[in-house]
Every structure is written in structure tokens, then in C-alpha cells.
């Protein structure tokens, strides 16, 4: 893997990257439009004021770095690892981050906006009272997370994982949660729709009839 600076990126026009180091490198106020990273090294990088717009991620490693007022659209940040990391006033909207690790991250005033998180990993994140409606995270993984209040309104979330999840007070409504194991949750004032409720009741071994 070779280290590439990111003065090198501005002025070569490049933006195709595969296999570069890019470790503790400071991206500070930049637009990458339609860029390709690959197998790259992001570790402990700043991305502050960053804009980034179709651009493709994949199999990039970003643990430990800090992610402060980024907006990313339609990007696609799939089997990357972010554990780690903070995000600070960002936006991620219409993005795929299929098979991503988000475990131990930090989020304040951080949105995600649509977009595909399936097979996603968020163990041990506070997720408290974030809205995270209309999004895609078929399979994903929320053990140990901190969910209180989080608003999963028209998302599908079935098959995720919420081992030792907290989900008091969270919105459940409309989303689509068959293949999920309701046991080992906190679900107190969880608020939840007939549907759902046959399959709560049928995760702790009932059976419904009418």
C-alpha cells in the first residue's frame, strides 16, 4: 500500500485510488465528486466541511477518524470499517453502506437520510432519539446499543440483531421487523403496531390466532 498526501490528490486530477495510504491526512473543506477508493487507508483522517457526491468507498478502512459538518450524497461505503470514529454534524442521505462496521462510534447531530445500511454493523453505539425512518437495514446489527426514543418509522429492519439493545420509548411503527428476536430487549413504552405486535409475541414463543 502506497501513501498518497492529499495535496498529491488535488493537483493530480486522479480520481480513481486504489490500495493508498491515507493515514491521519486532513480533509479539511474538501469536494470529491464520482471519486473511487479501494482497499484504501483512511485511519485517524479528518474529514471536516467535506463534501462528497457519488463517490464509491469500498473495503476502506476509517477507524479512528472524525467525520465534523461532512455531507455525503448517494455515496456508497460498503464493507468499510469505521469503528471508532466520530460524526458530528453530518449528513449521509441516499447512501449505501451495505456491510459496513459502525461499532463504537460516536454520533452527535448526525442524519441519515434514506439510503442502504443492510448487513451493517453498530454494536455498542448510543443511537438515542436519532430518526432513522425509511432506511434499509435488512440484517443489520444494533447489539448493545443504546436506542431510546430512536424513530425507525417505514424502516426495514427484518432480520436485524438487537442483543441487549435498549429500545424504550422507540417508534417501531410501519417498520417491517419479521426474522427479528424480540427477547433480550428492552422494549418499555416501545411503541409498535398490531403487525408487529403478533411478531413480538411470537419471538417469545406464543402463537397467535384469531
Known sequence: MKKCGVIIMLISGITEYRDDDFTGEEFDGFILNEHTFE????????????????????????????????????????????????????????????GSNFSNSKFLSFEIKGGNFSYTTFNGCNLKCMYLSNITFSNAIFSECNLQKAKFRHSDLHHAIFLNADLSEADLRDARVDGVDFRNINLKKCIVDISQSICIAESFGCVVTE
Do not use: Y
Not at 73 to 97: D, G, P, Q, T, Y
Open 39 to 98: 482497499n484504501c487507508k483512511f485511519r485517524f483522517s479528518n474529514f471536516i466541511n467535506a463534501k462528497l457526491n457519488d463517490c464509491t468507498f469500498r473495503n476502506c478502512d476509517f477507524s479512528g477518524s472524525r467525520f465534523s459538518d461532512v455531507s455525503a450524497v448517494k455515496c456508497e461505503i460498503s464493507n468499510c470499517n469505521l469503528e471508532n470514529s466520530s460524526f458530528l454534524s453530518s449528513v449521509f442521505e441516499n447512501c449505501k453502506a451495505v
